[in-house]
């Protein structure tokens, strides 16, 4: 075995094993998904919230301007 031929085995190898890992058990998320969820996560907090109904009137003030936005 050449120098070549077993960087290509180690790396075939590693995708295998990051596939094998990296599988859900409630099945495969979509590509995009996966993307905007670690670019949202990369994002600096734009709020901070000291109790759950804060959180609640949030999420709230938020649902009815993104409906106003779709109208």
């Known amino acids: 075995?050449?120098?070549?031929?077993?960087?290509?085995?180690?790396?075939?190898?590693?995708?295998?094993v990051i596939g094998l890992i990296g599988r859900d058990k409630e099945?495969?998320?979509?590509?995009?998904?996966v993307e905007?969820?670690?670019?949202?996560?990369a994002e600096k907090p734009e709020f901070?919230?000291?109790?759950?109904?804060?959180f609640l009137a949030r999420l709230e003030t938020k649902k009815k301007t993104e409906k106003v936005k779709r109208a």
């Open 1 to 16: 075995m050449n120098q070549l031929t077993l960087e290509q085995e180690v790396s075939l190898l590693r995708s295998a």
């Open 27 to 33: 099945g495969e998320y979509r590509p995009e998904f």
């Open 36 to 41: 905007e969820t670690f670019a949202a996560l």
């Open 48 to 54: 901070v919230f000291s109790s759950p109904e804060e």
